[in-house]
């Protein structure tokens, strides 16, 4: 169906809380990525998966972690939330191909409180 | 890895009128894509450029690439009021793997 799906559209947390963001994509794509997007400051990387148990950091990794034990699916883990990552957090898919487009989830908007 | 510089960072026009915005990078490419976000959703691929070529159409959209000048621009024809979206471009080469990383966007606004 080419999908990109993030478990939520909305989430609330409070400081502190370890927090998962779930994304599942359904095209068979090697690479998955997370970005966070804040006014100002674009779409930044956090992590980037070339493929299961592999990872790369992106611009701005500290204060998360990643998993990927699935091909299918790539999980976002706040070790213990703060304010400053009140966020919308996107996912990303693509294959491996120097020509390949990126396809995102819907986009999860998280406040931590 | 390498990131593209859109501009303006905002544009405002009338219905029917063209809309153009630019991006600029530093090191080689081999190919660019555009990609558009509507408020508060992910981001939608609209058209990827490769490094050889020079123009891209693509229904009312049209691509430029320059590499001499590192710069693209995506001209949009006759804008409508559902254009209205954030436009960003992702300049890619091979040494930086699979990612690709975006700039802050141009924020276009189609007035009826």
């Known amino acids: 169906d080419m999908k990109v799906t993030q478990s939520s559209r909305y989430l609330v947390k409070r400081t502190g809380e370890k927090v998962f963001l779930e994304c599942v994509q359904d095209?068979?794509?090697?690479?998955m990525f997370w970005y966070r997007q804040d006014p100002g400051l674009g779409l930044r990387l956090i992590y980037f998966?070339?493929?299961?148990?592999?990872?790369e950091k992106g611009d701005i990794p500290e204060g998360y972690s990643v998993s990927r034990e699935k091909k299918e699916r790539f999980s976002l883990i706040l070790e213990s939330a703060s304010t400053n990552q009140t966020s919308m957090y996107l996912c990303?898919?693509?294959?491996?191909?120097?020509?390949?487009?990126?396809?995102f989830g819907q986009g999860t908007r998280l406040t931590v409180v | 890895s390498q990131q593209g510089e859109e501009d303006p960072q905002a544009l405002s026009i009338q219905e029917g009128e063209n809309a153009t915005m630019n991006c600029s990078y530093k090191?080689?490419?081999?190919?660019l894509q555009w990609y558009r976000q509507n408020s508060g959703r992910g981001l939608v691929h609209l058209i990827l450029?490769?490094?050889?070529?020079r123009e891209k159409h693509s229904g009312r959209l049209r691509v430029t690439l320059d590499t001499s000048k590192k710069s693209s621009s995506l001209l949009i024809t006759a804008s409508r009021a559902a254009d209205t979206a954030s436009y960003f471009c992702?300049?890619?080469?091979?040494?930086?793997?699979?990612?690709?990383?975006f700039g802050q966007g141009t924020e276009l606004s189609v007035k009826p």
């Open positions: 990303a898919s693509s294959s491996q191909g120097s020509y390949a487009e990126a396809f």
């Open positions: 095209m068979d794509h090697e690479n």
């Open positions: 998966s070339y493929d299961v148990k592999m990872k």
């Open positions: 090191t080689s490419i081999n190919n």
């Open positions: 450029i490769r490094s050889n070529e």
């Open positions: 992702a300049p890619w080469s091979y040494n930086q793997g699979g990612k690709l990383i």
